[in-house]
């Protein structure tokens, strides 16, 4: 089934027809029901294709694994918010021809969009969020999961923080990374609805402690601790204690701009009291 998309990626990439790469080795047919794998075929029609195509399918074939574990790679890293490990995962994929191939199309971009969020590219997120809209493709359950997730950060980094919370709550249970409770959470906060932000964020939280997520736990006990403190009178020393503790982990993971940020957050806690 692989070797017949990848066969159908580089017909097209050529500007071939199924009749002319076809043409005195099998019928237009037998190509086609190759190309969308709905029949069996021998390995002597596949090399003879591939040679027509100037393609190594084997080659391809690995290419094409390689593009599906570094895609999952990519994902994971920007969950992470690694951004070194997000800058080389992204540099794999794009020097891989078999990019643009339709299996891959809209992950890809959405998952491109998503790396450009991070690095605040607002502007060439929305673009490529607007081109997959366009496409005539019927999204998967989980591509429509992570069309909403990804529309749903770009919201909040836009300001329009009740539309974010509105995208966001379309996700189903189709969609396997929980770490959207995280980007409700803070939207929920946004809008000083602290009750419903309190609620996201310990799902949040128990999502990024079973995947050792250890910078993003730093971030969802950071907001815990705000709405704590925002929501009742709190206790200085048990507040001076708690920032200790997220101060050390920030130092820990050597994370400057969120150590910066959690000496602003316990001044202004002081400063309060």
Request: aromatic share 14%.
């Given at each position: 089934?692989v070797k017949g998309k990848i066969l159908k990626y580089y017909r097209e990439q050529k500007g071939y027809t199924q009749e002319q790469l076809s043409k005195g080795i099998c019928s237009v047919s037998h190509l086609s029901k190759i190309e969308r794998g709905i029949t069996e075929y021998s390995e002597e029609i596949t090399a003879i294709l591939s040679k027509q195509l100037n393609i190594n399918i084997q080659d391809e074939v690995r290419k094409f694994k390689n593009f599906?574990?570094?895609?999952?790679?990519?994902?994971?890293?920007?969950?992470?918010?690694?951004?070194?490990?997000?800058?080389?995962?992204?540099?794999?994929?794009?020097?891989?021809?078999?990019?643009?191939?339709?299996?891959?199309?809209?992950?890809?971009?959405?998952?491109?969009?998503?790396?450009?969020?991070?690095?605040?590219?607002?502007?060439?997120?929305?673009?490529?969020?607007?081109?997959?809209?366009?496409?005539?493709?019927?999204?998967?359950?989980?591509?429509?999961?992570?069309?909403?997730?990804?529309?749903?950060?770009?919201?909040?980094?836009?300001?329009?923080?009740?539309?974010?919370?509105?995208?966001?709550?379309?996700?189903?249970?189709?969609?396997?990374?929980?770490?959207?409770?995280?980007?409700?959470?803070?939207?929920?906060?946004?809008?000083?609805?602290?009750?419903?932000?309190?609620?996201?964020?310990?799902?949040?939280?128990?999502?990024?402690?079973?995947?050792?997520?250890?910078?993003?736990?730093?971030?969802?006990?950071?907001?815990?601790?705000?709405?704590?403190?925002?929501?009742?009178?709190?206790?200085?020393?048990?507040?001076?204690?708690?920032?200790?503790?997220?101060?050390?982990?920030?130092?820990?993971?050597?994370?400057?701009?969120?150590?910066?940020?959690?000496?602003?957050?316990?001044?202004?806690?002081?400063?309060?009291?």
């Open positions: 089934m599906e574990v570094t895609l999952q790679e990519w994902q994971n890293a920007i969950v992470m918010l690694d951004t070194d490990e997000m800058q080389v995962k992204k540099a794999a994929l794009d020097a891989n021809p078999l990019k643009n191939i339709p299996d891959f199309q809209v992950r890809y971009s959405l998952l491109l969009a998503r790396h450009y969020l991070v690095f605040y590219e607002i502007e060439k997120c929305h673009k490529l969020m607007e081109n997959v809209k366009k496409l005539d493709i019927n999204l998967s359950p989980y591509e429509s999961n992570l069309y909403n997730h990804v529309q749903g950060i770009y919201y909040f980094s836009i300001g329009s923080y009740k539309k974010s919370i509105e995208i966001l709550k379309k996700i189903d249970s189709n969609y396997s990374s929980q770490e959207y409770y995280y980007h409700l959470a803070i939207s929920y906060h946004a809008v000083h609805n602290n009750t419903l932000a309190q609620y996201y964020a310990q799902k949040a939280l128990h999502y990024f402690q079973e995947t050792l997520n250890f910078t993003r736990i730093l971030d969802t006990e950071t907001l815990i601790i705000l709405l704590i403190n925002a929501k009742s009178q709190f206790s200085l020393k048990e507040t001076r204690q708690f920032y200790y503790k997220l101060i050390q982990s920030a130092k820990k993971i050597q994370s400057v701009n969120r150590l910066m940020k959690l000496y602003y957050n316990f001044g202004q806690e002081l400063f309060r009291s």
